[in-house]
C-alpha cells in the first residue's frame, strides 16, 4: 500500500464511452501526476498538477481531460478513445512537483478501449 | 538527463545477491541515480537514490564509481517477490518541470 489509490483497477470501454479514472493520494503531497504505460513501452508522462494547477501537459490529445478538484484527488475524464488507447493508466503523487527522489504510484487502471 | 544503459534481462538464485548494473557515462555533476521497480501490474516503486557515495536502505545497496560513470544496484537476499523490471534513471534532484523518464529497464526473474 503506498498511500495512492487508483479506481477503478480495470476498465473496458467502447470507442463511444464517457468514462472517468480516479486517483486519491492520503500522502499530503502537493503534486499528482498521470503516467500511461502500454503494452512493452516505457511509461510516459501525460499529466502534472501541482497545487492543483496544472503545471504539465505532455502534448495529450483532447479526448483525455484531466481534473484536479483539490490536493488529494485526481480525474482522467476519458472520452473518445481508439483502440490504442488501450494501457495502464498510473496516478502518482510526490511531495513537491519535482521531487522524484520519492514518487508513490497507485497501482493502475488497466483500460481496454473496444 | 543523462542516457542510461541497462542489460534487457537477468535471472538470480533466491536467497543470494542480486546485482543490477547500469551505465550512465554522460552523467552531470548536478545529476543522482534513482534505482525504481515494477512489479507485474502495479505502479513503479521508488528503492534508492544517490549521488557520490554509496548508499543503503532496507530495500537495497546503491554502489557508485568513482567516476560516477556507472552504477550497481544490490538486493542483498533476492526473494521470489523482487521478480521485477527495475529501472536506473538519471537526473537533477528536485528539478521542477523535469521529467522523470522511465527507459526499458532491466527485467530480473528471481528463481526458487
Same mark, same amino acid.
Given at each position: 500500500?503506498? &498511500?495512492?489509490? =487508483?479506481?477503478?483497477?480495470? !476498465?473496458?470501454? &467502447?470507442?463511444?464511452?464517457?468514462?472517468? !479514472?480516479?486517483?486519491? =493520494?492520503? !500522502? &499530503?503531497?502537493n503534486a499528482m501526476y498521470w503516467y500511461k504505460q502500454s503494452a512493452k513501452k516505457p511509461l510516459e508522462l501525460m499529466f502534472v498538477y501541482s497545487l492543483e494547477e496544472r503545471v504539465e501537459n505532455n502534448s495529450v490529445p483532447s479526448r483525455f481531460s484531466p481534473e484536479c478538484p483539490n490536493s488529494s484527488h485526481l480525474f482522467l475524464h476519458l472520452h473518445t478513445l481508439q483502440p490504442e488507447d488501450s494501457a495502464l493508466y498510473l496516478c502518482a503523487s510526490s511531495q513537491v512537483w519535482g521531487a522524484w527522489e520519492k514518487l508513490f504510484f497507485g497501482s493502475g487502471t488497466q483500460l481496454s478501449v473496444l | 538527463d543523462a542516457k542510461t544503459t541497462q542489460p534487457t534481462s537477468m535471472d538470480c538464485a533466491e536467497g543470494r545477491a542480486a546485482n543490477l548494473p547500469c551505465n550512465h557515462s554522460?552523467?552531470?555533476?548536478?545529476?543522482?541515480? %534513482?534505482?525504481?521497480?515494477?512489479?507485474?501490474?502495479?505502479?513503479?516503486? %521508488?528503492?534508492?537514490?544517490g549521488l557520490k557515495n554509496n548508499e543503503t536502505n532496507e530495500m537495497a545497496s546503491l554502489i557508485i564509481t568513482e567516476d560516477r560513470k556507472s552504477s550497481t544496484l544490490i538486493l542483498p537476499h533476492a526473494t521470489l517477490r523482487d521478480t521485477a523490471v527495475y529501472y536506473c534513471i538519471v537526473r537533477v534532484a528536485g528539478a521542477a518541470g523535469n521529467k522523470l523518464t522511465f527507459g526499458g529497464g532491466t527485467r530480473v526473474l528471481v528463481k526458487p
Amino acid at each position: 500500500e503506498t &498511500g495512492v489509490t =487508483q479506481t477503478p483497477r480495470h !476498465l473496458v470501454m &467502447g470507442m463511444t464511452n464517457k468514462k472517468s !479514472l480516479k486517483c486519491e =493520494q492520503h !500522502l &499530503g503531497h502537493n503534486a499528482m501526476y498521470w503516467y500511461k504505460q502500454s503494452a512493452k513501452k516505457p511509461l510516459e508522462l501525460m499529466f502534472v498538477y501541482s497545487l492543483e494547477e496544472r503545471v504539465e501537459n505532455n502534448s495529450v490529445p483532447s479526448r483525455f481531460s484531466p481534473e484536479c478538484p483539490n490536493s488529494s484527488h485526481l480525474f482522467l475524464h476519458l472520452h473518445t478513445l481508439q483502440p490504442e488507447d488501450s494501457a495502464l493508466y498510473l496516478c502518482a503523487s510526490s511531495q513537491v512537483w519535482g521531487a522524484w527522489e520519492k514518487l508513490f504510484f497507485g497501482s493502475g487502471t488497466q483500460l481496454s478501449v473496444l | 538527463d543523462a542516457k542510461t544503459t541497462q542489460p534487457t534481462s537477468m535471472d538470480c538464485a533466491e536467497g543470494r545477491a542480486a546485482n543490477l548494473p547500469c551505465n550512465h557515462s554522460t552523467i552531470s555533476g548536478n545529476e543522482y541515480v %534513482y534505482w525504481y521497480r515494477q512489479i507485474h501490474s502495479q505502479g513503479p516503486q %521508488y528503492i534508492i537514490h544517490g549521488l557520490k557515495n554509496n548508499e543503503t536502505n532496507e530495500m537495497a545497496s546503491l554502489i557508485i564509481t568513482e567516476d560516477r560513470k556507472s552504477s550497481t544496484l544490490i538486493l542483498p537476499h533476492a526473494t521470489l517477490r523482487d521478480t521485477a523490471v527495475y529501472y536506473c534513471i538519471v537526473r537533477v534532484a528536485g528539478a521542477a518541470g523535469n521529467k522523470l523518464t522511465f527507459g526499458g529497464g532491466t527485467r530480473v526473474l528471481v528463481k526458487p
